[in-house]
């Protein structure tokens, strides 16, 4: 009993703590900086940005599913813990929405960390209006993260027939994240597990000054990004779908094939 009422103060401390530092741009950008640093990569947004604009421009209703500490603005934050602050506490499985109220939802290396990948897809997409839109971005060569709830990876291809078999038609893909940010991360990985000898808080304190270190391979995205054959080698993808089925998938890196329905 005391064990559990010790971890509940560390997770309520630890709420306050964020949604203070949240309240300070300054502080929340330092502390981003201290806890992420170059870890998140270049990757590709433009797809991403593109259908955040016209959804503001449009004024549809946005939820962003698995919000972590990433809140977005003028999207309902949607997360399972209320320890990351999310303006409602939800399960993917059982959204605590009525079917059919979105226009949008954007899910970003979140799928991952759930069991059943296609009934996640399946439910989650029931909130969506017809001709919505669901925006995810997967991950395909990325070393396992989030302690015991990483589950999955995928090809392209992979990820779109699972999209499919969950009723729902893939309007777009490409790649998210490139060839040199997959590297980057398996380099730091498999050298902080082979300096740190089996020791586990010694690992993880050599990722985190790894990244620091390797930061510049990153760079290198700025052309792999946009070769060919990145999808090959690439770190994650994003999948553009829809409750309605109306296009074939394009090659990655390919262009929108339908407008968003208002």
């Given at each position: 009993m005391?064990?559990?009422?010790k971890?509940?103060l560390?997770?309520?401390?630890y709420?306050?703590?964020?949604?203070?530092?949240?309240?300070?741009?300054a502080?929340?950008?330092?502390?981003r900086?201290?806890?992420?640093?170059?870890?998140?990569?270049?990757?590709?947004?433009k797809?991403?940005?593109?259908l955040?604009?016209?959804a503001?421009?449009?004024?549809?209703?946005?939820l962003?599913?698995?919000s972590?500490g990433?809140?977005?603005?003028?999207?309902?934050?949607?997360?399972i813990?209320?320890?990351?602050?999310?303006?409602?506490v939800?399960?993917?499985?059982?959204l605590?929405?009525r079917?059919?109220?979105?226009?949008?939802?954007?899910c970003?290396?979140?799928?991952e960390?759930?069991?059943?990948?296609?009934?996640?897809l399946l439910?989650a997409?029931r909130?969506l209006?017809?001709?919505?839109?669901?925006y995810?971005e997967?991950p395909?060569?990325q070393p396992t993260?989030?302690?015991?709830?990483?589950?999955?990876r995928?090809t392209l291809?992979?990820?779109t027939?699972?999209?499919?078999r969950?009723?729902?038609g893939?309007?777009?893909t490409g790649?998210?994240s490139g060839?040199?940010?997959a590297?980057?991360?398996?380099?730091r990985?498999w050298?902080a597990?082979?300096?740190?000898?089996?020791?586990?808080?010694?690992?993880?304190?050599?990722?985190y000054?790894?990244?620091?270190?390797l930061?510049p391979?990153?760079?290198?995205?700025?052309?792999?990004?946009?070769?060919?054959?990145?999808?090959?080698?690439?770190?994650?993808y994003?999948?553009?779908?829809?409750?309605?089925s109306l296009?074939?998938?394009s090659?990655p890196g390919?262009?929108?094939v339908?407008p968003?329905?208002?």
């Open positions: 005391a064990a559990r009422e971890s509940g560390a997770t309520r401390l709420a306050r703590a964020r949604t203070f530092a949240r309240q300070h741009r502080l929340y950008a330092v502390v900086l201290i806890k992420y640093g170059p870890f998140i990569g270049l990757r590709n947004q797809k991403r940005r593109s955040i604009k016209e503001r421009r449009c004024g549809w209703r946005a962003y599913l698995g972590g990433r809140r977005q603005l003028a999207m309902i934050n949607l997360d813990t209320p320890v990351t602050g999310p303006d409602v939800g399960d993917g499985y059982r605590p929405f079917d059919g109220t979105f226009d949008a939802i954007f970003e290396y979140v799928i960390h759930v069991s059943d990948p296609e009934r996640f439910s997409s909130a209006k017809p001709g919505g839109i669901f995810l997967v395909f060569l993260h989030g302690g015991d709830f990483d589950f999955t995928w291809a992979g990820f027939n699972a999209v499919q969950a009723g729902l893939v309007l777009e790649v998210n060839p040199a940010f590297m980057f991360w398996i380099l990985e050298t597990l082979l300096l740190s000898f089996g020791i586990s808080g010694l690992r993880e304190v050599l990722s000054l790894l990244g620091w270190l930061a391979l990153m760079v290198l995205d700025l052309i792999m990004l946009h070769l060919p054959s990145a999808g090959k080698l690439a770190s994650g994003y999948v553009v779908a829809s409750p309605r296009e074939a998938p090659e390919g262009e929108s339908r968003m329905a208002s």
